[in-house]
C-alpha cells in the first residue's frame, strides 16, 4: 500500500478564508480605505474596456506622473467575487511615487469562463495602450496575481495585430496562482468548472515562458505550503527559460494582508513596482 500520507490536503491548503477567520474585517477594512481614497485622488472612473458591465476600469493619477508606463492592478477573489471599488487605495502608494494606476474590473465565474476572464483582461490592458501609448506593468493579487502572469505571457500580436509584442514587460504577482491544476480537487472548483485539461490550459506555468521579460512572485510568510510552491515554482520554472525571475516572502503577512503596503509609498512592495514601471 503507497503512504499518502504527505499529499497535501488541498481544500484546506487553498482555503484563504478559513486559513485567515479575521478576512471579513479586513476586506471591510479595504472597502472603506478603497472609498476614502477614491475621495480625495485625481481619478477618473468606469472607463469602458469591453461592453460587459464589469468591463470598467477606475484610473488614479498620480499628481505628476514620472513613470514610463501604467501600473494595472488585478483583484482577487478566486476569480468569483469582489471587484475594483474594494481596491482603489492599492493605487494610493504609487500615486504619490508619480505612477498612474487602473484598477480593473472584470466579469466572475461562473456567469463566464476563466479563458473568457484571461481575455477580458487582454482587453483591458491592449484599451489601456490604445489610449495612452504605454506600455502597461501587470500587479495583481491571488486571482489578479495568476491574470498578471498571464498578461506578461500573452502573445499580444495574436491578441491584435496592431498591438506591440511587448505591451506587458513585467509583472509583479502577489500570492498569485500560476497551476491551477490542484484547484480542481478543491470546493473553489464547483464556480470555475475547470477540467484537469482546461486547468492546464490557463496556467501561465505551461504557457511559453516570455523570455527577457521580468517577473516578481511574492507571497506572505503566514501564508500555507501551496502558496509558497506556486510563486517559488514559477520564478524557478520561468528563470531556467531566461525570464527574469524574483521570489521573496512578505514578513508577518497573510493572504489578505500581503497587499497593504500598496497603500504606502515608502513600502518596498510599492518602490519596486514603481521601479518596474520606469518611476
Not at 89 to 97: D, E, T
Not at 130 to 158: E, F, K, M, Q
Not at 238 to 246: A, D, I, M, N, S
Request: glycine letters at 10%.
Amino acid at each position: 500500500m503507497s503512504d499518502t500520507s504527505t499529499a497535501p490536503d488541498y481544500e484546506t491548503e487553498y482555503n484563504n478564508r478559513a486559513r485567515v477567520p479575521e478576512h471579513p474585517g479586513i476586506i471591510a477594512g479595504w472597502q472603506r480605505d478603497a472609498a476614502a481614497y477614491r475621495e480625495v485622488a485625481v481619478s477618473e472612473l468606469g472607463i469602458r474596456y469591453g461592453e460587459g458591465p464589469r468591463q470598467t476600469y477606475d484610473l488614479f493619477k498620480p499628481v505628476t506622473a514620472t513613470s514610463g508606463a501604467i501600473v494595472l492592478f488585478v483583484h482577487g477573489g478566486y476569480w468569483q467575487a469582489l471587484d475594483p471599488s474594494f481596491f482603489s487605495h492599492m493605487a494610493r502608494g504609487l500615486n504619490q511615487r508619480g505612477v498612474p494606476v487602473a484598477v480593473a474590473g472584470y466579469d466572475l465565474c461562473p456567469q463566464v469562463e476563466l479563458g473568457h476572464i484571461v481575455w477580458e483582461l487582454q482587453q483591458a490592458a491592449a484599451a489601456i495602450w490604445r489610449r495612452y501609448n504605454l506600455p502597461v506593468v501587470a500587479a495583481g493579487h491571488s486571482a489578479g496575481g495568476h491574470l498578471s502572469a498571464c498578461l506578461l505571457a500573452s502573445d499580444w500580436t495574436n491578441v491584435d495585430a496592431g498591438l506591440p509584442e511587448q505591451l506587458v514587460p513585467a509583472a509583479y504577482g502577489i500570492s498569485g496562482l500560476y497551476n491551477l491544476k490542484p484547484l480542481t480537487e478543491t470546493s473553489i472548483n464547483t464556480a470555475l468548472g475547470l477540467t484537469l485539461e482546461g486547468a492546464e490550459r490557463e496556467s501561465p506555468l505551461f504557457w511559453p515562458a516570455p523570455s527577457g521579460l521580468v517577473m516578481d512572485a511574492v507571497v506572505g510568510s503566514t501564508e500555507s505550503a501551496e502558496y509558497h510552491k506556486q510563486s517559488r515554482r514559477l520564478v524557478d520554472v520561468w528563470g531556467l527559460e531566461g525570464v527574469r525571475t524574483q521570489y521573496e516572502e512578505i514578513a508577518g503577512a497573510n493572504h489578505f494582508t500581503v497587499i497593504a503596503g500598496l497603500a504606502d509609498p515608502q513600502d518596498a512592495m510599492t518602490r519596486r513596482i514603481a521601479e518596474l514601471a520606469g518611476a
